[in-house]
């Protein structure tokens, strides 16, 4: 027992410095206050993305329920698919999951739905698989008592709401309302990594303007907007520290009054 709460105070210690190193400056006491009991209680860790943090409210990630499922012995999970409430024509799946938390034990059910208008166009095609990883993180919620809402279980999913999407579309991007191969918008695109990466959306803009060679970002051509969000997302993926202090290098600098 006393190991126990030794490796939980550990990994709140190790998920607070890395939730400041994530998000500076944007955790206040009542998100440490939750952080602590998600660490304690659960043993989420952020560095592992059990955690994600948006908009100021924790999220937990459905990688982090299934590992939480493994630590807890979970017997199993069903999921079937809703046939009634289907239409694959329309891209309307729903799913119903069913967990077990031990072998005969009574299952804990939850059900997810998906369909374009509730998903983001990262994900147009795949809305099968999103009900079915939402009806799973709902089971897997109810059966632990997580009160937390899950990423996948947001209706952007993994793109950006509110202000970073407004100051993205501030930027008027080239030809931004999509493209005619059906990939995603280049403001969507966008959106994804500045909110998937926690990234300043302001700065981004700056460092595309000077990536693309360009006064203001909107001056840029779409060929050039494209190979920056390539070049964003590689940078992001592979070495985020350094992308926010290449990011930094492009803050303006504040105004020292005399």
Known sequence: MAQTRSKARQRLRVNLRMAERLWPHQIEKAQVKSLEALSVRYLFSVELGDLLFLDGKWYVTHAGLLRLAQRRHCAGIRVQQVREFCDPGAGRWVFKATLYKRPGSPGFVGFGDADPSNTSPLVRGAEM??????????????????????????????????????????????????????????????????????????????????????????????????????????????????LICKLNSYAQPAEVNS
């Open 129 to 242: 698989r999103v009900a079915e990883t939402r009806a799973v993180n709902r089971a897997l919620r109810k059966a632990y008592g997580i009160g937390l809402c899950s990423v996948e279980e947001l209706g952007w999913l993994t793109g950006a709401p509110g202000s970073t999407k407004e100051a993205i579309r501030s930027a008027n991007l080239p030809h931004s309302n999509g493209s005619n191969n059906g990939q995603p918008k280049l403001r969507d695109r966008l959106c994804v990594l500045i909110r998937q990466y926690n990234l300043d959306p302001t700065l981004v803009k700056a460092y595309a303007a000077d990536f693309c060679g360009t006064p203001t970002l909107r001056e840029a051509n779409r060929e050039m907007v494209e190979s920056f969000v390539a070049q964003l997302a590689t940078a992001a993926r592979e070495n985020r520290d350094a």
